[in-house]
């Protein structure tokens, strides 16, 4: 069993910047991907960025990237989500989720461990 825990988010100004965290306990955290998934009001949940356990590939939805970067820090059993040039539709609860084995990194449902997470919420 592993527990996540996000952290870091908040309110921000359009174009700003936000680094979200994402600290795991109770399984070693280099042995899970790791994905970050958001939903705002109204929406359905949607994927975001993933990490392979090693940290060398990684994914990121179109609406993202090149904004966004994923990284994790397995000596501090800790994820991270670097979040600039954000834009109010950014706004959402974003998510940390991992899982034990690599297929399609993009599913929620195949994401067994959840954090509660974090609101970001981006003005215009």
């Known amino acids: 069993q592993v527990q996540l825990v996000e952290s870091g988010g908040g309110l921000v100004q359009a174009g700003g910047s936000l680094r979200l965290s994402c600290a795991a306990s109770?399984?070693?955290?280099?042995?899970?991907?790791m994905g970050w998934f958001r939903q705002a009001p109204g929406k359905e949940r949607e994927f975001v960025a993933a990490?392979?356990?090693?940290?060398?590939?990684?994914y990121y939805a179109d609406s993202v990237k090149g904004r966004f970067t994923i990284s994790r820090d397995n000596a501090k059993n800790t994820g991270y989500l670097q979040m600039n040039s954000l834009k109010p539709e950014d706004t959402a609860v974003y998510y940390c989720?991992?899982?034990?084995?690599?297929?399609?990194?993009?599913?929620?449902?195949?994401?067994?461990?959840w954090g509660q997470g974090t609101q970001v919420t981006v003005s215009s």
């Open positions: 989720a991992v899982r034990s084995y690599y297929s399609d990194l993009t599913a929620s449902e195949l994401y067994p461990y």
């Open positions: 109770g399984r070693l955290f280099s042995s899970y991907a």
């Open positions: 990490i392979r356990r090693n940290g060398g590939s990684t």
